[in-house]
C-alpha cells in the first residue's frame, strides 16, 4: 500500500463513522505515522505540542479501532490498515461472475460477504441487540441528499404500520404516495431514524432532476461500494469510469447481488420527477420506460433489503404488484387530522374553538395549515375568528405554486372531470357527472379512479351512494384557474 491508498481507505472509514472526511491535521497524523515519524516530528512540522497531535492521534486510532474491529495505535496503524485492506479487496471475488473486475473496488470497509449476509439475518432477527463489534452493528449511510430532520405531527400509526410492513413482514418494495404538502418526506426521515440499525446500508436518493436509470443504479452501488465523492464530472476517478462504462444490465446485476447478500434500505424521494405529464396517472416519460421492469424486479425477486419511494403517484405495474400474497405495499396518506392543533399552538394562533374549521377546510395538510397561520398571524395578529368573518379561502403563492405543479400531470380528461366537480358545491354520483360530462361511462370509470389516486378528489360513502367531489382548497384553486382563462 501507498500513502494514497492508507488515506484513501482511512478516509473511507472515517466517513463511516462521522460523515466527515479526513480533515488536514489527521492526513498529515497519517502521512507522519505512515514514514515513522515521531508525534513530535509530526507536531513540529504543523507546527503545534506534541501532546495536541498525541490526543487528535488517539481520537483517530479510536474511530479507525471502532470501524475495522482490531485495536488500532501507532505502532501497528500499518499493518492494520494492510490487512483491513486484503479483507476489503477479497469482497470483490464476489462479483467475479459478473465480469466485474477489482479495479471497481466493489466491496465494502465490512467484512466477507457471507459474513454480512449473516449478519444482515441476525439484523432481521433481533434489531435491538448490541454487537461488541461495532463494524457489524453501525450502519453504512448515504444519506447527504436527504432533508434534514423536521417536526412530525402525528404519524404515530403510519410509522408503526411501515415499520411493520419491512421489519416483521419483510416487504421489499413500499410506495408511500400523497399529494405534495402532505409530509411524505418528513415520514420517511423519522422512519429512517426508527429503523436505520436493522440495516447493513441505507441510501437516501432525490430523484427531482430525474436521473437515468443507468445513472440512479450506478449512483446506488456506488454509494454500496462505499465511495465517498459522488461526483460523475470527476471521470479521472477509475472507479466511477469502470462503472459508467458498464452497460445497464451488469450494474442492474451487481445491485442485485447487494440487496441479496445485504440487508439494505433504499429510499427514493420525488418518484414523480420520472412519471409523464398530460397523461393518466402512472405513466413513465419516453425515456425513462425501463424503470418499470426495475421496481418489479425489485418486488418480485427474493432479496433481503427493501426500497420505498415517494411520490404524487405511483407507478401502474406498482399497482398491479401490491397484493396481499406479495412484498409490495402502497400507503397513501391522508391529512393529520386533530394533530394540526399542534401546528396553530406553535404559531400562536387564538380561538381555539375555530380551529377545526381550519382542519377541514385544508383536510389537515400540514403544509397548507402552516402556509395559512403565518397568514393569519401577519395580517390578523393570530385571530382566527377574524380570518374567518371573511368567509374566503386563502391560498397563497406557496399552496398555488404546489397546486400547479400537480395539476400540470393531468391528462385532458382528468382536467375536464376535477374542473366539472369543482363548479359543484356538494358531493355528486358518477351518473350526475356523466349527465354534465360528454363522456363514456368506462372513460369516466378510469378518470375517477386515477384522479384518486393522485388524491385530487375524495369519495363519499352515504346511505349506501358513492358519491365524488374535491376539497375545498382544490375547488377554489380550480376557480382561480377559470378566472385566468376567462
Known amino acids: 500500500m501507498d500513502i494514497q ?73 500499518c499493518s492494520a490498515l494492510e490487512r483491513l485492506q486484503f479483507s476489503v479487496h477479497s469482497t470483490v471475488s464476489n462479483f467475479a461472475n459478473l465480469g466485474v473486475t477489482n479495479n471497481l473496488s466493489l466491496c465494502s470497509d465490512r467484512l466477507t460477504s457471507s459474513e454480512n449476509q449473516t449478519n444482515g439475518k441476525k439484523r432481521n432477527s433481533s434489531a435491538n441487540k448490541k454487537s461488541e463489534d461495532k463494524i457489524t452493528t453501525l450502519p453504512n449511510k448515504n444519506i ?82 462505499n465511495q465517498i465523492d459522488i461526483n460523475f464530472s470527476i471521470s479521472e476517478i477509475t472507479e466511477k469510469k469502470l462503472l459508467l462504462d458498464l452497460d445497464l444490465e451488469t450494474l442492474l446485476s451487481i445491485f442485485y447481488e447487494y440487496l441479496r447478500n445485504y440487508r439494505c434500505l433504499i429510499i427514493l424521494d420525488n418518484l414523480q420527477a420520472i412519471l409523464a405529464e398530460n397523461k393518466f396517472s402512472g405513466n413513465y416519460q419516453n425515456q425513462f420506460q425501463n424503470y418499470s421492469q426495475f421496481f418489479q424486479n425489485i418486488g418480485e425477486l427474493p432479496h433481503q433489503s427493501c426500497l420505498i419511494f415517494n411520490s404524487w403517484e405511483s407507478p401502474l405495474e406498482i399497482i398491479n404488484l401490491t397484493d396481499l400474497k406479495t412484498p409490495v405495499r402502497i400507503m397513501s396518506l391522508n391529512g393529520i387530522g386533530e394533530t394540526a392543533r399542534e401546528i396553530f399552538q406553535s404559531q400562536n394562533l387564538s380561538d381555539e374553538e375555530n380551529w377545526q374549521e381550519l382542519i377541514n377546510t385544508y383536510r389537515g395538510n400540514p403544509y397548507y395549515l402552516k402556509t395559512v397561520c403565518r397568514m393569519i398571524q401577519e395580517i390578523f395578529n393570530g385571530k382566527v375568528r377574524d380570518y374567518l368573518a371573511y368567509n374566503s379561502l386563502f391560498l397563497g403563492d406557496e399552496i398555488i405554486t404546489k397546486l400547479d405543479r400537480n395539476f400540470q400531470r393531468l391528462s385532458l380528461l382528468e382536467k375536464q372531470v376535477i374542473s366539472q366537480l369543482s363548479q359543484i358545491d356538494k358531493p355528486v354520483t358518477v351518473t350526475e357527472i356523466l349527465e354534465k360530462l360528454p363522456l363514456s361511462p368506462p372513460d369516466l370509470f378510469q378518470t375517477i379512479q386515477l384522479l384518486g389516486r393522485r388524491s385530487l378528489i375524495e369519495k363519499i360513502t352515504q346511505e349506501e351512494l358513492t358519491l365524488f367531489t374535491v376539497s375545498p382548497v382544490i375547488r377554489e384553486y380550480v376557480k382561480m384557474l377559470d378566472k385566468i382563462s376567462n
Open 5 to 77: 491508498d492508507v488515506l484513501k481507505l482511512a478516509d473511507r472509514l472515517v466517513f463511516n463513522h462521522t460523515e466527515k472526511h479526513l480533515d488536514d491535521l489527521q492526513k498529515t497524523i497519517i502521512e507522519g505515522v505512515f514514514q515513522g515519524k515521531k508525534y513530535a516530528d509530526i507536531a513540529e512540522k504543523i507546527p503545534c505540542s506534541e501532546g495536541y497531535i498525541r490526543d487528535k492521534a488517539s481520537d483517530l486510532w479510536k474511530i479507525l479501532s471502532n470501524l475495522s474491529g482490531e485495536d488500532i495505535n501507532k505502532s501497528n496503524f
Open 144 to 225: 447527504r441528499e436527504a432533508p434534514e430532520i423536521g417536526k412530525i405531527y402525528g404519524r404515530i400509526k403510519e410509522i408503526s404500520t411501515l415499520e411493520n410492513w419491512i421489519l416483521q413482514e419483510n416487504s421489499r418494495l413500499i410506495g408511500i404516495l400523497g399529494i405534495s404538502g402532505i409530509g411524505k418526506t418528513t415520514l420517511s426521515r423519522h422512519l429512517l431514524e426508527k429503523i436505520q440499525d436493522n440495516f447493513d446500508y441505507i441510501i437516501w436518493k432525490n430523484l427531482y432532476h430525474a436521473p437515468t436509470l443507468s445513472t440512479l443504479v450506478a449512483q446506488l452501488v456506488l454509494s454500496l461500494s
